[in-house]
């Protein structure tokens, strides 16, 4: 269907009238063709051992989607028992099961709960709390009650059938974040965002205490991840989703007694009959005695970058090598593990819980010519034969922020810690850190070259080829303002220079290069929500390469929040786009010399890339169209209106874009 029919069906006029003078595509226009789902994979966050239908013990696990499903997976053969849908959730970290036998979901997108019970199956119960759009964690208290803990507001709620929602407000007025939850003894248990902060909650009351910092441990860049209680002790899990410190707090004694190093999360197991747990350590499972303080490998191991636990329980299998209660857990990708203490017997199952499809989140022809995509949250890398359009190769890989090509590889800036990777396409694909076997003695591919993590980087949002090296822009982690400007010699392995604050309190979220200038466009935004921005308005700068300085700054979009991208036209004038409009910039003259409305928006999202063939630009404008622009004249074209983000210019002429997980070729 051309746009012109699209339009007519929605009133030309009014379309027109929003398009701000843009001129609708006609007969003649560019075929839009729709080449499917480059990026389908599991993505399970939480999850919890429990009974299911029928009461037999399962793994239960929410994967990610659109929308969202709750599965019960078998833990003797992994196959899918029941699967429900989870309308308006995109998925969900917070998974429990009360004592009465219900399990609940606690979901992110819009912040809503659910339960599932053998009668009724699944209930959407809406959203506990108005404010809040993000249910980070729940966890069972007595009966059929559950606590969850929530997100902007850093607000501690309870659910009951029978009384409905209970608000205990905010926990804590300088934390926005209630990361994690737990209950035992009619204390509920909240862990918080950096500065990591523990507190101590009657669920009578509601009355509140901060337990003390366990000493030695510095809070300041730190979370209170995972808090679980477990036989009388308080294992609370500081850091990321990375492995990090685990402190015990002995709830009776009401002290901290223990500590486990390089602990991963994001559970521990119901205790033991002796009092102990089991959790991944170090890439092992371990039997750990709170008591006691012993560890005891059970030399079954956890490889790849996230090894985190998506559940983990016991459960009767009834197999030869598996007598008695076994240990069984999930992982994020569906693989379920299993160990028997009697036997020593382990076992890693794939499970048939379904992928789904993920939104595709980066863009960018291959230096072998082929169209790559990587993905939202469960990541995911995908090459696309530009001839056929068709999915040539598909891994699981991080969640990817750009993509450029540069030298003969294909370079990927990944979150979370800014990390930044170099694929060579002529080589098998190898990730050492994804791959579920990686081949051993094989040189890894993707290889990951640097991270910015320790300058407090969580997100390298634009990459550009500059030259001999290839330059990366970062955004900060939460807590954070000002990102970094990074540059890679790929001839000696080394970062020529890493400067953050290259413009004060600000992101770098777009760059261009030419003649030996990195241009940058900024972002008043960090990485994540917070802290609240210092500068009013975004701003484009340029860096000498060769001397590692800053040679000038403009605001070519006045109060425009961000400009999140950046190309050159055939005739060397740099443009952007900011929120509603593009613009040209003279860089010798270092002022804005032309301006395109596009509509009012004020959204910080958009791309804009210059195609060779034609000598025109095209735009992801807001989430809201595609479109091309005549640079010579300012007119502009929408292609196709949509809830678009991410497009690449081929060499070919085509532009591919994303709208969603679905992938896009404009052709002539």
């Known amino acids: 269907?051309?746009?012109?029919?699209?339009?007519?069906?929605?009133?030309?006029?009014?379309?027109?009238?929003?398009?701000?003078?843009?001129?609708?595509?006609?007969?003649?226009?560019?075929?839009?063709?729709?080449?499917?789902?480059?990026?389908?994979?599991?993505?399970?966050?939480?999850?919890?051992?429990?009974?299911?239908?029928?009461?037999?013990?399962?793994?239960?696990?929410?994967?990610?989607?659109?929308?969202?499903?709750?599965?019960?997976?078998?833990?003797?053969?992994?196959?899918?028992?029941?699967?429900?849908?989870?309308?308006?959730?995109?998925?969900?970290?917070?998974?429990?099961?009360?004592?009465?036998?219900?399990v609940?979901?606690?979901?992110?997108?819009?912040?809503?709960?659910?339960?599932?019970?053998?009668?009724?199956?699944?209930?959407?119960?809406?959203?506990?709390?108005?404010?809040?759009?993000?249910?980070?964690?729940?966890?069972?208290?007595?009966?059929?009650?559950?606590y969850g803990g929530t997100f902007p507001g850093g607000r501690l709620f309870a659910y009951d059938p029978a009384t409905g929602v209970r608000d205990y407000g905010r926990i804590s007025p300088a934390h926005s974040y209630i990361r994690s939850v737990s209950y035992a003894g009619g204390k509920i248990y909240a862990g918080t965002e950096a500065p990591a902060a523990v507190f101590e909650i009657d669920a009578a009351t509601g009355a509140t205490r901060q337990l003390p910092t366990p000493e030695g441990l510095d809070p300041?860049?730190?979370?209170?991840?995972?808090?679980?209680?477990?036989?009388?002790?308080?294992?609370?899990?500081?850091?990321?989703?990375?492995?990090?410190?685990?402190?015990?707090?002995?709830?009776?004694?009401?002290?901290?007694?223990?500590?486990?190093?390089?602990?991963?999360?994001?559970?521990?197991?119901?205790?033991?009959?002796?009092?102990?747990?089991?959790?991944?350590?170090?890439?092992?499972?371990?039997r750990y005695d709170p008591r006691t303080g012993a560890v005891t490998g059970t030399g079954m191991p956890f490889t790849g970058r996230v090894a985190n636990t998506r559940g983990i329980g016991w459960a009767e299998l009834g197999l030869p090598d598996y007598p008695g209660r076994s240990v069984v857990g999930l992982l994020w990708r569906g693989l379920m593990f299993r160990y028997n203490p009697q036997t020593g017997a382990k076992s890693f199952v794939q499970t048939a819980v379904q992928g789904e499809p993920i939104d595709v989140t980066a863009l960018a022809q291959g230096p072998d010519g082929r169209v790559y995509a990587g993905g939202f949250l469960n990541g995911g890398f995908a090459a696309v034969n530009p001839q056929t359009g068709q999915r040539e190769e598909f891994h699981t890989f991080s969640q990817s922020e750009d993509m450029v090509a540069h030298d003969g590889k294909l370079y990927v800036g990944a979150y979370p810690d800014a990390r930044v990777y170099a694929y060579d396409p002529a080589l098998p694909w190898n990730s050492t850190?994804?791959?579920?076997?990686?081949?051993?003695?094989?040189?890894?591919?993707?290889?990951?070259?640097?991270?910015?993590?320790?300058?407090?980087?969580?997100?390298?949002?634009?990459?550009?080829?500059?030259?001999?090296y290839l330059a990366a822009g970062t955004m900060p982690d939460l807590g954070h303002l000002g990102g970094v400007l990074a540059v890679w010699d790929p001839r000696t392995g080394a970062l020529k220079?890493?400067?953050?604050?290259v413009v004060q309190d600000q992101s770098i979220v777009s760059l261009a290069y030419r003649d030996g200038v990195l241009y940058g466009g900024t972002s008043v935004h960090g990485g994540q929500s917070l802290p609240v921005p210092t500068q009013p308005e975004a701003k484009l700068f340029a860096w000498s390469v060769k001397e590692d300085r800053l040679l000038w700054e403009i605001v070519p979009a006045p109060g425009k929040?961000?400009?999140?991208?950046?190309?050159?036209?055939?005739?060397?004038?740099?443009w952007g786009i900011a929120g509603g409009e593009v613009f040209a910039v003279s860089t010798a003259?270092?002022?804005?010399?032309?301006?395109?409305?596009?509509?009012g928006s004020r959204s910080s999202g958009g791309q804009l890339a210059y195609n060779r063939r034609d000598g025109r630009l095209y735009g992801a404008h807001a989430g809201q169209d595609v479109f091309s622009l005549d640079p010579r004249t300012g007119r502009h074209t929408v292609l196709r209106q949509g809830t678009v983000h991410h497009l690449t210019v081929h060499r070919s002429g085509d532009v591919y874009f994303a709208e969603g997980s679905r992938l896009f070729r404009v052709t002539r």
């Open 1 to 102: 269907m051309t746009l012109i029919k699209r339009l007519a069906a929605c009133g030309l006029a009014v379309a027109l009238a929003l398009l701000g003078g843009a001129t609708p595509a006609n007969a003649g226009a560019p075929r839009v063709e729709d080449l499917g789902v480059p990026l389908q994979d599991v993505l399970l966050i939480g999850g919890v051992v429990a009974p299911g239908p029928g009461g037999r013990t399962v793994l239960w696990g929410a994967s990610s989607g659109a929308p969202a499903h709750l599965n019960a997976v078998d833990p003797v053969t992994g196959a899918e028992v029941a699967r429900y849908d989870l309308p308006g959730a995109g998925g969900s970290w917070a998974v429990d099961a009360a004592q009465d036998g219900s």
């Open 433 to 468: 850190e994804y791959s579920p076997s990686p081949e051993p003695g094989q040189a890894p591919n993707p290889a990951r070259l640097f991270d910015l993590a320790a300058d407090k980087q969580i997100r390298p949002r634009a990459l550009v080829s500059a030259g001999r």
């Open 561 to 574: 929040p961000a400009i999140p991208a950046l190309t050159f036209d055939g005739r060397g004038r740099l």
């Open 220 to 286: 300041a860049d730190k979370w209170a991840y995972d808090v679980n209680a477990a036989g009388g002790y308080l294992h609370v899990r500081y850091g990321s989703a990375n492995p990090g410190p685990l402190r015990v707090w002995d709830i009776a004694a009401g002290r901290w007694t223990g500590a486990l190093e390089s602990a991963h999360g994001l559970d521990v197991s119901p205790p033991d009959a002796d009092g102990a747990v089991h959790l991944v350590r170090g890439g092992e499972l371990v």
């Open 497 to 501: 220079h890493a400067r953050r604050n």
């Open 104 to 146: 609940y979901v606690g979901t992110y997108g819009d912040g809503r709960l659910y339960r599932w019970t053998e009668q009724g199956g699944v209930q959407d119960l809406g959203r506990p709390l108005a404010s809040e759009n993000f249910i980070w964690t729940v966890a069972a208290g007595e009966g059929a009650t559950v």
């Open 589 to 599: 003259a270092r002022k804005v010399v032309e301006r395109v409305t596009l509509s």
